[in-house]
Structures are given as structure tokens and as C-alpha cells.
């Protein structure tokens, strides 16, 4: 059985996934190069990939998908995207160059952050499984309401709308990001970690994860990394603690949130990860999209106007771009706009005079 291990960091952005990620990367799990820069969202650095952050917006490009997608059937467009043959070999051949080695030196272990990885399990399983790497997963928790303030702290407001509707439209997102995030990892080696347990008392959840993927980095590391870590987490990297009372969402959405985050708190513990948990996870999925679906046929009018409008601006664009590139033809003359027949009463003279005059010889 190959040594290889591909972690890959799942979940909603803002849960911890960052720090996860850089925990492993100071440990010995390597990170791609070259990784995502830093900065005032993420001072200490989000431990991505960049290759495969720009992959995961081209694929999500291509399907009209969005990040944090409030849609039950963003999954199935997503992965649609994912099929394409050529996709997958560019994925597979790019996750075996990484084992290989970026300076020449093979790797055994390496791990993928991206929150957009949770759109593509089946296509990092497949690509995994294709350089003979055992695929894991570890899902970053942490309340929908810290996860919404700290999007709206550091992202800001999603289009022109009032805060609360940004509010709601986050909200859904996380619901349905996690809720797929589960059903695709359902049956692979997988772990669910809360952010305050990390937090805390990093080791403890992240020598776990060491021994249930066996990762060597983890089982051995060096003192000095294990100091390492102790300087890289902060406790107070959890800014943001907001409750409900903060963030106002319809009653129902607030009721299907709370239930999908009592589920994922409950299977941090790996035994409580059972049927009964996976059936409540799809009894939550199914509540989730008869209310998106009744949420949508309530402003069904609304979304036919936006398409006619849409489409209007399309077309007018179109017709803005055609006549901004079409050459320019000179204007007609307001003589010649008069008909030959009339023209013909002038006597030639008089005619051959005009002309010269307009500077018009023939």
C-alpha cells in the first residue's frame, strides 16, 4: 500500500480552514507552492494553493456557481463542470507532479485547502486515488452566526441590498455548503473539527486527525514545529462571536441551521458518525430544498423580470459593441437625399457650379 496521503481542508471559509491548513504546513504536510498571499482578511496566510484556487473559479465559472452557493442543485451543476475528461487529467497530472516533488524531492504527504473544494470531493477523490494517494477529509466547524459576521466583517455586503438580506443569503449559503460538504464526503476517511477546539487546544484535535489518516508528519513531529504551532495559533484569531440575536434570518431558516449545526457538532466525536446522523443530515437536505423551492416560486416573477432584463441589457450591449466597431460611413450629403428626377430639371451648368462650390468634383 502507497505512503502517499492527500488532506484536503473542507468546509465553509471563515470556519478555521486556514488555520488548519497552516497547522499541517508547520508540522511537515506539504502545501502546493505557490500558496495564496496574505492579507488583511487572512494576515497569517490561507495556506492555498494557488493553482487550485484558480482552477476551482474557472470550473465554478463554467457552471455559474458561486462560492458559497445558497442553491440545492449548485452540487449537480458543479460537478458537471468536474466531468470533463481534460479537467481531470489536468487535475491528476498537476497532484502528481506535487508527490513527485516541486525541487526534486518525492513527497508522501500533502494537503489541499480551498472552502471551493467542497464543489469537487469526487474530482480530488478520483485525481487522488489516480497517483495511488489515500484521500481524507477534515471539515472545519464553527456557528453559522460567526461564519455570517465574519464574512460581513470582512467581505462586506453581497450586492445593493440591505444588510439583513445579505444576512439571509449567507445563511443559506453555509446551510447548503455543509450539508453537500457532508453528503460528498459520506463513506471516505473524514474528520469534522470545530475551530474553538483548535483554537484552544490544537493538539489534541490535530494528533487525532494524525493517527486516524496516519500522517507521519503528525505522529513524529519535531519539537520545534510543535513550538512552531504554538506561536502560529492565536486565540485571538476568533474575533467575530456574533449569536442570533445578531443576525436576524426568517424563523425557518434560522430552525434548519440550528438542527444542521447540532448534527455537525455531535459527529466531531468519529463514533457518533453513524447512520442515524446521515439520515438526519438528508432529512435536513430535503427540508433545505422544499424551502428554496417554495422561496422561489413565492418571487418567481421576480426572477422572470431579472431574466427579461438581463437579457435586454445583453442584447443592447451587443448592439453598442457592433456599431463601436463598425466602420464609420460618411454621412450623405442633404443633395443627396433629392431624387435623380428632380436633380435632372437643374441645368448642367448650374449643376457642374454647385459642385464646385461644395468641392464636390467629379
Given at each position: 500500500m502507497s505512503n502517499r496521503r492527500a488532506v484536503f481542508v473542507v468546509g465553509s471559509g471563515r470556519s478555521g480552514t486556514s488555520a488548519m491548513s497552516g497547522t499541517l504546513r508547520t508540522l511537515g504536510v506539504h502545501v502546493p507552492q505557490p500558496e495564496v498571499v496574505a492579507n488583511r482578511t487572512n494576515p497569517k496566510g490561507f495556506g492555498e494553493p494557488r493553482w487550485v484556487?484558480?482552477?476551482?473559479?474557472?470550473?465554478?465559472?463554467?457552471?455559474?456557481?458561486?462560492?458559497?452557493?445558497?442553491?440545492?442543485?449548485?452540487?449537480?451543476?458543479?460537478?458537471?463542470?468536474a466531468q470533463d475528461p481534460a479537467v481531470r487529467e489536468r487535475v491528476a497530472q498537476w497532484l502528481g507532479a506535487k508527490f513527485a516533488g516541486e525541487d526534486g524531492e518525492p513527497v508522501d504527504e500533502i494537503v489541499v485547502k480551498d472552502p471551493r473544494t467542497s464543489w469537487f470531493v469526487d474530482l480530488w477523490a478520483d485525481s487522488a486515488h489516480a497517483c495511488d494517494a489515500t484521500a481524507s477529509y477534515i471539515t472545519m466547524l464553527r456557528p453559522v452566526t460567526e461564519v455570517v459576521g465574519s464574512k460581513q466583517k470582512y467581505y462586506g455586503k453581497l450586492g445593493a441590498h440591505g444588510s439583513d438580506r445579505t444576512l439571509i443569503t449567507r445563511t443559506a449559503g453555509w446551510i447548503n455548503m455543509m450539508l453537500h460538504t457532508e453528503a460528498t464526503t459520506r463513506g471516505q476517511q473524514r474528520r469534522f473539527v470545530r475551530y474553538v477546539d483548535l483554537l484552544s487546544d490544537w493538539s489534541t484535535p490535530v494528533f487525532a486527525l494524525g493517527d486516524a489518516f496516519d500522517?507521519?508528519?503528525?505522529?513524529?513531529?519535531?519539537?520545534?514545529a510543535v513550538e512552531e504551532v504554538n506561536r502560529f495559533i492565536d486565540p485571538d484569531l476568533h474575533r467575530v462571536t456574533l449569536t442570533w440575536d445578531d443576525v436576524p434570518v426568517p424563523s425557518w431558516l434560522r430552525e434548519i441551521a440550528d438542527e444542521t449545526w447540532a448534527v455537525l457538532d455531535a459527529v466531531v466525536d468519529p463514533e457518533r458518525d453513524d447512520a442515524d446522523a446521515h439520515r438526519?443530515?438528508?432529512?435536513?437536505?430535503?427540508?433545505?430544498?422544499?424551502?428554496?423551492?417554495?422561496?422561489?416560486?413565492?418571487?418567481g416573477a421576480s426572477i422572470a423580470a431579472a431574466r427579461r432584463d438581463g437579457a435586454r441589457k445583453a442584447r443592447q450591449a451587443a448592439r453598442e459593441k457592433q456599431q463601436a466597431t463598425a466602420p464609420q460611413q460618411a454621412k450623405p450629403y442633404a443633395a443627396d437625399r433629392v431624387p435623380h428626377a428632380v436633380r435632372a430639371m437643374v441645368p448642367a451648368g448650374v449643376r457642374k457650379s454647385v459642385r464646385k462650390v461644395l468641392r464636390r468634383e467629379r
Amino acid at each position: 500500500m502507497s505512503n502517499r496521503r492527500a488532506v484536503f481542508v473542507v468546509g465553509s471559509g471563515r470556519s478555521g480552514t486556514s488555520a488548519m491548513s497552516g497547522t499541517l504546513r508547520t508540522l511537515g504536510v506539504h502545501v502546493p507552492q505557490p500558496e495564496v498571499v496574505a492579507n488583511r482578511t487572512n494576515p497569517k496566510g490561507f495556506g492555498e494553493p494557488r493553482w487550485v484556487v484558480d482552477l476551482h473559479d474557472e470550473l465554478l465559472g463554467r457552471s455559474h456557481v458561486t462560492v458559497s452557493d445558497a442553491r440545492p442543485r449548485a452540487g449537480e451543476d458543479a460537478a458537471l463542470a468536474a466531468q470533463d475528461p481534460a479537467v481531470r487529467e489536468r487535475v491528476a497530472q498537476w497532484l502528481g507532479a506535487k508527490f513527485a516533488g516541486e525541487d526534486g524531492e518525492p513527497v508522501d504527504e500533502i494537503v489541499v485547502k480551498d472552502p471551493r473544494t467542497s464543489w469537487f470531493v469526487d474530482l480530488w477523490a478520483d485525481s487522488a486515488h489516480a497517483c495511488d494517494a489515500t484521500a481524507s477529509y477534515i471539515t472545519m466547524l464553527r456557528p453559522v452566526t460567526e461564519v455570517v459576521g465574519s464574512k460581513q466583517k470582512y467581505y462586506g455586503k453581497l450586492g445593493a441590498h440591505g444588510s439583513d438580506r445579505t444576512l439571509i443569503t449567507r445563511t443559506a449559503g453555509w446551510i447548503n455548503m455543509m450539508l453537500h460538504t457532508e453528503a460528498t464526503t459520506r463513506g471516505q476517511q473524514r474528520r469534522f473539527v470545530r475551530y474553538v477546539d483548535l483554537l484552544s487546544d490544537w493538539s489534541t484535535p490535530v494528533f487525532a486527525l494524525g493517527d486516524a489518516f496516519d500522517l507521519q508528519a503528525l505522529r513524529h513531529a519535531r519539537p520545534e514545529a510543535v513550538e512552531e504551532v504554538n506561536r502560529f495559533i492565536d486565540p485571538d484569531l476568533h474575533r467575530v462571536t456574533l449569536t442570533w440575536d445578531d443576525v436576524p434570518v426568517p424563523s425557518w431558516l434560522r430552525e434548519i441551521a440550528d438542527e444542521t449545526w447540532a448534527v455537525l457538532d455531535a459527529v466531531v466525536d468519529p463514533e457518533r458518525d453513524d447512520a442515524d446522523a446521515h439520515r438526519t443530515f438528508d432529512q435536513l437536505r430535503e427540508a433545505y430544498a422544499d424551502r428554496y423551492a417554495e422561496a422561489e416560486a413565492l418571487v418567481g416573477a421576480s426572477i422572470a423580470a431579472a431574466r427579461r432584463d438581463g437579457a435586454r441589457k445583453a442584447r443592447q450591449a451587443a448592439r453598442e459593441k457592433q456599431q463601436a466597431t463598425a466602420p464609420q460611413q460618411a454621412k450623405p450629403y442633404a443633395a443627396d437625399r433629392v431624387p435623380h428626377a428632380v436633380r435632372a430639371m437643374v441645368p448642367a451648368g448650374v449643376r457642374k457650379s454647385v459642385r464646385k462650390v461644395l468641392r464636390r468634383e467629379r
